[in-house]
């Protein structure tokens, strides 16, 4: 073998050695996407705008503290004027007809607790790009409140249904169990308490801020937060390491009630009359770690 073929085939050889090394790097790495509950975080209205208490009169509001979170979809966009499912659609769980018309099958929605990896998706999946917006869409809260019943203090748990139409077979809130075996459309609420297991049906109780609403307005009854990464987020391809991405959820007082006597506490003991006025979640700002 003469010296200069000798040299190119060794050339060639660390060649593709490098090349093979670089793929399984990129085979490798994922997308490592977390949710994460924050009370303190900036408390958005529909369509973006900032929205605090004092401007709601006679209703007042608390700070739910989060068991678990269910979501169902998850999409990236590039483009303000993109519509909704006109990105890259990371996740989207099974849907259902067993109860009629198609809704999510809440039993298959995927369930964190705060703070945990809601999913690991291969970059090699992911079309090159580069990325401003996120759209997660949250179909069930279990959480904790205050509240009062003559006059003393308890902790209660509440499940409330955000998605958009929910499939629910049976639903366990903290103890006890509820049998449900319909659809159920945004505003679907189970609260378990001293009283028992207490269920009801609200419109227009939950708040889904969108901050392309003026460009790419949410169909009505979605429940897609909007947030916006605070650089673009860019997907080459060639990532060697995992890329963990954090949605940071706002719970500012989330959980809002009509507070018919005054006090600022929620008194169940008051009935009806101390309604449930909002239970959607407050805005949406993707982290990359």
């Known amino acids: 073998m003469n010296q ?140 904790a409140l205050r509240y009062y019943y003559d006059g003393i203090e308890y902790n209660g748990t509440m499940a409330s249904f955000i998605g958009y139409k929910n499939y629910i077979s049976s639903l366990l809130v903290k103890y006890q169990t509820l049998t449900v075996n319909s659809n159920q459309i945004q505003g679907f609420w189970a609260f378990e308490s001293i009283l028992g297991l207490q269920s009801g049906l609200g419109i227009n109780l939950t708040t889904v801020p969108n901050v392309l609403a003026s460009t790419s307005p949410n169909p009505t009854g979605s429940s897609v937060i909007t947030g916006k990464f605070q650089k673009v987020f860019t997907i080459t391809g060639k990532e060697k390491n995992d890329i963990t991405v954090t949605l940071s959820i706002s719970s500012n007082n989330s959980f809002v009630w009509k507070d018919l006597n005054g006090n600022g506490r929620w008194d169940l003991d008051q009935g009806a009359d101390e309604s449930i006025v909002d239970m959607g979640l407050r805005g949406l700002i993707p982290i990359v770690q």
């Open 4 to 143: 200069v073929f000798f040299t190119f085939l060794m050339s060639l050889l660390l060649l593709l050695s490098a090349c093979k090394k670089d793929e399984e790097f990129v085979t490798n790495s994922k997308l490592i996407i977390k949710l994460e509950i924050d009370s303190t975080q900036v408390r958005l209205g529909n369509n973006g705008e900032e929205s605090t208490l004092p401007f709601l009169g006679d209703k007042r509001g608390q700070h739910p503290k989060f068991n678990t979170i269910s979501a169902n979809y998850l999409e990236l966009s590039s483009n303000p004027n993109t519509p909704l499912g006109g990105g890259v659609i990371l996740y989207n769980s099974p849907e259902t007809t067993l109860g009629g018309s198609k809704a999510i099958d809440i039993s298959k929605a995927k369930t964190i607790v705060p703070g945990d990896v809601f999913l690991e998706i291969p970059i090699k999946n992911i079309p090159v790009g580069d990325y401003e917006w996120v759209r997660l869409s949250v179909c069930l809260q279990n959480y």
